[in-house]
């Protein structure tokens, strides 16, 4: 499993009695768990840069905070990162796709294996927005019967199309197309996140049938977010800052 490590005061465990009750318990749960890991990895990142500046690596060329962070994400980097959080932002991909609550932890068990093939390569708040939409982009077309296409999922998270599809296959090739979760390891992510939660107070239990809604949701522009424009691509115009 990625290793959490730490134990931030500002990334407490949310209120359980503060969750809505339309919201799926496995994306509270996934906040959490993904909220404390990027801290971690962003404080190790300002580490880093700080160690590369007092040794001159900054400005001589050896790579500085990329001998930190790792090259194997690069793809999914941002040039800042993106102002929503990421319960905000799972919230958002959950209300407009309809995908079930089960891709969001395959999504994470493709996030997970990513850092378990790579640990040179860190998950921190200039990538986690970009893996995640990629992540259960891929996991809804592996579970669910109906999903939305790729331009759908580009629009919901704050990038453009032809992004999206280069994410898409820049993950199925790290992973090397390894997208089969099986029965057994899907109830071990669940029971590994659900312990998380519950080493930090009351426990919350994951939805773990695979069932889409019905009912459709139309995306709200006034409330599209961004996720800022990397090195060698664009976020559309449209999308709020």
Do not use: W
Not at 44 to 65: C, I, K, T
Not at 69 to 94: D, M, Q, T, W
């Amino acid at each position: 499993m990625l290793d959490e490590g730490g134990s931030d005061e500002f990334h407490r465990r949310p209120d359980p009695s503060a969750v809505d009750a339309a919201t799926p318990r496995v994306l509270t749960i996934l906040s959490y768990v993904l909220e404390k890991l990027v801290a971690r990895n962003d404080q190790l990142l300002v580490l880093g840069r700080q160690v590369a500046h007092d040794n001159g690596l900054m400005s001589n060329g050896e790579g500085g905070p990329q001998r930190v962070l790792g090259k194997n994400f690069n793809a999914f980097h941002g040039v800042r990162a993106p102002n929503i959080s990421i319960p905000k932002y799972l919230e958002r991909l959950y209300k407009y796709t309809n995908c079930s609550p089960s891709c969001f932890v395959v999504g994470y068990v493709y996030i997970d294996r990513l850092g378990h093939k790579y640990p040179d390569s860190l998950l921190v708040s200039l990538n986690v927005h970009r893996l995640l939409v990629t992540s259960v982009m891929v996991a809804s077309k592996m579970l669910d019967d109906a999903h939305y296409n790729n331009a759908f999922y580009a629009r919901v998270g704050g990038v453009s199309n032809a992004e999206l599809n280069k994410l898409e296959l820049e993950l199925l090739f790290l992973l090397d197309f390894g997208v089969n979760v099986s029965a057994r390891v899907f109830e071990s992510y669940c029971q590994y996140l659900e312990k998380e939660m519950l080493s930090n107070g009351p426990t919350l239990k994951i939805e773990k049938s695979v069932i889409n809604s019905s009912t459709t949701s139309t995306v709200d522009d006034a409330t599209e977010i961004s996720v800022e424009d990397t090195d060698h691509t664009s976020s559309p115009s449209q999308l709020l800052d």
